[in-house]
């Protein structure tokens, strides 16, 4: 028994049952002699039949396992694209998730009224004051009816009739319009700074979409994977290779593959009405999908470059600096304010017979109100504009920083995983598991290999789901979707 499987010589005992496999196994004794196995070496005594039964088991589980490493990603291809046809179901790319949600996030398009209502009060900023018309009569003869005649009105009665209109000075139809205008350019850099948020949101989301799928196909691959084993232990149950001790422990194994695929499912069902919420419930079907892969996207430029980027890009820095300009509108209205107005009014009477015509102007004396308290206010807003400006200025390039080390940071993780560790988890796992079905290796270990492989991988998938949210954290501290 000693010469079934030499750990060692692993790459050489595969090949050669590979080989076995490609020629059909023609019979059960050439099968025994790939594998190193002399039928007298067996235990359980004569029953040859039983022996025949158990290799041709573990031939077929092994052949079955290389089919599906090898041909299972076309196989999953090709069936999905069949179920496409016949289904019709939606799938997005992360580009389209983007439009979707800026087309159809109602929270979004809430904040978009903001520039209409402001758009509102450019048009209220730019009226002109109304006129006012007078009218009066005085001395009817409400009380002795026989008077009312032509010669009465004409000779006793007083009519009136004015027009007043206020003449606004100091251009403050054109400050308030030029005020109301700066407002409406700040509202628009913050709603697209709104934007930026979203997109930020739904690439994350998208991002743990990813995720969900790969840890559910991986959880399926082990799943199928395991239950060979599981086949395998039951033909080597039945031909008395091993006991029901060992059978129950890894048909016990295969419930943690089993709790894991729908933990999978869960969480990809999940992600995705996460994602319908951003995109808005009824833009896309229940039944939608995502395309893509989650998959290690390299970063190129330096720190230096992206913070001068977002500088020119960000949209919440670009209201900051028109936040400048509307305090600075604030102050040439508070000044325009100040400046008197002119009331003028033209009076027409009609008084005994005579008609005469009146001009009046009136105006304030501006001895104690000069809107002093709304020029000092609105000068203390401007220097608050400035510094929020600065301070605006600060966290763009503490954003931007951050996001930058964080995707390094990522990126190291990620390369230790390529760089080796992935290969030799499965490495450890393949062996562990020719050697267990061999007899070279004991239970435990296999199951103890096969928990490491599991948590590698998933650990893997967690590590590229953690750069590309960092990616997206960078893209949002720039204020772009394109990164160089």
Excluded: W
């Excluded at 290799?55 to 079955?64: G, Q």
């Excluded at 694209?81 to 790319?93: E, H, L, S, Y």
């Excluded at 995705?272 to 896309?284: C, K």
């Amino acid at each position: 028994m000693a010469g079934i499987v030499d750990a060692v010589n692993y790459n050489t005992s595969i090949r050669s049952s590979v080989a076995v496999l490609e020629r059909g196994v023609k019979d059960t004794d050439d099968g025994f002699s790939a594998l190193g196995l002399a039928g007298s070496s067996l235990p359980g005594g004569p029953g040859a039949q039983r022996q025949r039964t158990l290799i041709s088991t573990i031939m077929r589980a092994m052949y079955s396992r290389m089919f599906c490493r090898t041909f299972a990603p076309a196989a999953m291809l090709f069936l999905l694209v069949g179920a496409g046809i016949g289904q019709n179901t939606a799938r997005i790319t992360l580009d389209q998730a983007i439009d979707l949600a800026l087309a159809h996030n109602h929270s979004l398009k809430a904040t978009r009224t903001l520039i209409l209502q402001n758009q509102a009060q450019e048009i209220t900023a730019n009226l002109r004051p109304n006129p006012t018309l007078g009218l009066d009569t005085q001395f009817l003869p409400f009380f002795s009816p026989q008077d009312f005649s032509g010669d009465n009105l004409n000779n006793v009665q007083q009519f009136d009739i004015g027009l007043s209109y206020l003449f606004e000075r100091g251009h403050k139809r054109q400050r308030r319009l030029q005020a109301a205008r700066d407002v409406t350019a700040v509202t628009r850099a913050q709603v697209a700074d709104a934007e930026r948020t979203l997109a930020f949101n739904v690439g994350q989301q998208f991002v743990s979409v990813l995720l969900a799928e790969s840890t559910l196909q991986f959880a399926l691959e082990n799943l199928k994977g395991f239950q060979q084993t599981v086949d395998i232990g039951e033909a080597q149950l039945k031909a008395g290779y091993i006991g029901e001790g060992d059978y129950l422990k890894i048909k016990l194994q295969l419930l943690q593959f089993q709790t894991d695929v729908s933990s999978a499912r869960l969480a990809k069902k999940q992600a995705l009405v996460g994602l319908r919420g951003f995109l808005g419930y009824n833009a896309v079907p229940a039944d939608y999908d995502v395309v893509g892969e989650l998959e290690f996207q390299p970063l190129k430029g330096n720190l230096e470059d992206l913070q001068s980027r977002a500088l020119r890009e960000r949209p919440d820095f670009r209201a900051a600096e028109l936040g400048i300009t509307a305090a600075q509108s604030q102050v040439l209205l508070a000044k325009a304010n100040a400046k008197v107005d002119v009331n003028g009014t033209y009076d027409f009477s009609h008084v005994s017979g005579e008609s005469t015509a009146s001009l009046f102007a009136s105006f304030e004396l501006p001895i104690f109100n000069r809107n002093q308290g709304e020029i000092a206010r609105t000068g203390h807003a401007l220097a608050q504009a400035q510094e929020q400006q600065q301070s605006a200025s600060d966290t763009v390039l503490s954003d931007v920083a951050n996001a930058y080390e964080a995707v390094r940071s990522n990126e190291e993780v990620v390369q230790l995983y390529t760089s080796g560790y992935l290969k030799q988890a499965q490495d450890s796992r393949d062996i562990s598991e020719y050697a267990y079905k061999r007899g070279a290796a004991s239970l435990l270990d296999y199951l103890d290999a096969e928990r490491s492989y599991r948590s590698v991988q998933l650990a893997y998938r967690q590590a590229l789901a953690s750069y590309r949210t960092a990616l997206e954290q960078l893209k949002e501290a720039e204020g772009t979707r394109n990164l160089p």
